[in-house]
T-cell receptor, first 113, second 113 residues
Framework: AQKVTQAQTEISVVEKEDVTLDCVYE???????LFWYKQPPSGELVFLIR??????QNEISGRYSWNFQKSTSSFNFTITASQVVDSAVYFC??????????FGGGTRLMVKP | DAGITQSPRHKVTETGTPVTLRCHQT?????MYWYRQDPGHGLRLIHY???????DKGEVSDGYSVSRSKTEDFLLTLESATSSQTSVYFC????????????FGPGTRLLVL
């Protein structure tokens, strides 16, 4: 199976620190989509971003930014000036030509005041 | 927020009993999905539907069946619940298939004793 790997299972930072969550994926497809979802302590899954394999431009949305590098099959997520409300489990996922969304195991981010 | 509800939100049942979980959407989206979330595994696809009466298996379909008699409802049945099916179950929807973002329901926490 083509995996999505989030090697960091838990990260702990102090508020206002920058933090990067890593995501490495495997795929044999030329067309695919990558996603990040946030799961706060309340348990719901919140969609954050979608990128397609033809668009390697990095994206910034407020304190969030994403770095997509096809050469290293990575799609990393950076939170700048972290806040306590950023504490959550973050999932990276890949969608290829089929209908299956393959998730990484998740990274639990704890932001301490 | 996407209009997705799941019922029940919490359930405790005994081994060997059948259990049905319901996902209801108000978005008129064509695709619906059932995932399970277990520690260390992220989310894994159980079954999905690409239209009324059209369903297909996902990665972990053994022991589960689904039905979709109306666009808005997607039912997941555990034919004879086992302790290994203790998990959090998420429903998701997408307007189309592979190219679209999936939006998730609030989840159902199932405990099989």
């Amino acid at each position: 199976a083509q995996k999505v790997t989030q090697a960091q299972t838990e990260i702990s930072v102090v508020e206002k620190e920058d933090v990067t969550l890593d995501c490495v994926y495997e795929t044999r497809d030329t067309t695919y989509y990558l996603f990040w979802y946030k799961q706060p302590p309340s348990g719901e899954l919140v969609f954050l971003i979608r990128r397609n394999s033809f668009d390697e431009q990095n994206e910034i949305s407020g304190r969030y930014s994403w770095n997509f590098q096809k050469s290293t099959s990575s799609f990393n997520f950076t939170i700048t000036a972290s806040q306590v409300v950023d504490s959550a489990v973050y999932f990276c996922a890949r969608r290829d030509a089929g209908n299956m969304l393959t998730f990484g195991g998740g990274t639990r981010l704890m932001v301490k005041p | 927020d996407a209009g997705i509800t799941q019922s029940p939100r919490h359930k405790v049942t005994e081994t060997g009993t059948p259990v049905t979980l319901r996902c209801h959407q108000t978005e008129n989206h064509r695709y619906m999905y059932w995932y399970r979330q277990d520690p260390g595994h992220g989310l894994r696809l159980i079954h999905y539907s690409y239209g009324v009466k059209d369903t297909d298996k996902g990665e972990v379909s053994d022991g589960y069946s689904v039905s979709r008699s109306k666009t808005e409802d997607f039912l997941l049945t555990l034919e004879s619940a086992t302790s290994s099916q203790t998990s959090v179950y998420f429903c998701a929807i997408s307007e189309q298939g592979a190219l679209e973002t999936q939006y998730f329901g609030p989840g159902t926490r199932l405990l099989v004793l």
